[in-house]
């Protein structure tokens, strides 16, 4: 499968428009996935989320990264609700590190207001992100929490240090509307499911 124009397209913007957006390598893709966009959609009361498909996390092994049509397709075969769009833009621009995506989405969508959104899994590394600072003084920052990762992503570096921006979890509706550095925690419905354990499966069930 190859990359076709309109998995590396910009999904539909507009000024004052809430957009989440939520990247990852999505190898595979799974219900804990669309959890975490559906969930955030509600909670944040946003208009859409993106599904930010990377080429590749440059902290992450690329031996066992499937396609990335095939991850663009199984992502939206998932993820059926319009206001959940998925694209694979930051290949058509060559983008390696978050911020330089999030840079250019940001002035190619003016008044299009976008909250990043993350798992807590990602908040306990955050600080090894490329210019992760930066990221978090662009747009605010949505952490859903994941199975075993709260207290080390409350604890951890980027938290510790962004903590003086951390608004309580009932005021999440806001965060869209915030200046940032802005973030929230959000607590919820989890899956355990993960996409190293569901390649690890796959990996055994072709033995």
């Known amino acids: 499968m190859t990359l076709s124009p ?3 397209a910009l999904p539909p913007h507009g000024p004052g428009l809430r957009v989440g957006l939520f990247g990852g390598s999505f190898n595979p893709v799974h219900e ?3 959890l975490v966009a559906e969930q955030c959609l509600r909670r944040l009361e946003l208009d859409a989320v993106w599904l930010l498909v990377s080429p590749g996390n440059p902290l992450k092994d690329h031996a066992e990264l499937a396609p990335l049509a095939t991850r663009v397709a199984a992502a939206r075969a998932l993820l059926t609700d319009p206001r959940l769009e998925v694209t694979a833009v930051e290949a058509a621009h060559r983008f390696s590190y978050t911020i330089d995506t999030l840079e ?10 976008f909250v990043w959104i ?8 955050f600080h090894r992100w490329e210019r992760w600072e930066d990221i978090a003084r662009l747009m605010p920052i949505a952490v859903y929490a994941r199975p075993g990762a709260t207290f ?14 951390r608004l309580r979890e009932e005021a999440a509706a806001t965060l869209a509307d915030r200046q940032p550095p802005a973030w929230v925690y959000l607590h ?4 355990p499911q ?4 569901l390649r690890r499966a796959g990996q055994n069930g072709s033995n």
């Not at 919820?188 to 899956?191: L, N, P, V």
Request: charged letters at 15%; glycine letters at 8%.
């Open 6 to 8: 309109d998995m590396v």
């Open 32 to 34: 804990g996935h669309r």
């Open 104 to 113: 250019w989405l940001v002035a190619a969508c003016p008044g299009t207001r």
């Open 118 to 125: 993350m798992g807590a899994d990602n908040l306990a590394q």
């Open 152 to 165: 080390r992503a409350t604890v951890s570096r980027a938290a510790t240090a962004m903590k003086p921006y």
């Open 188 to 191: 919820g419905i989890t899956s």
């Open 194 to 197: 993960s996409s190293t354990a």
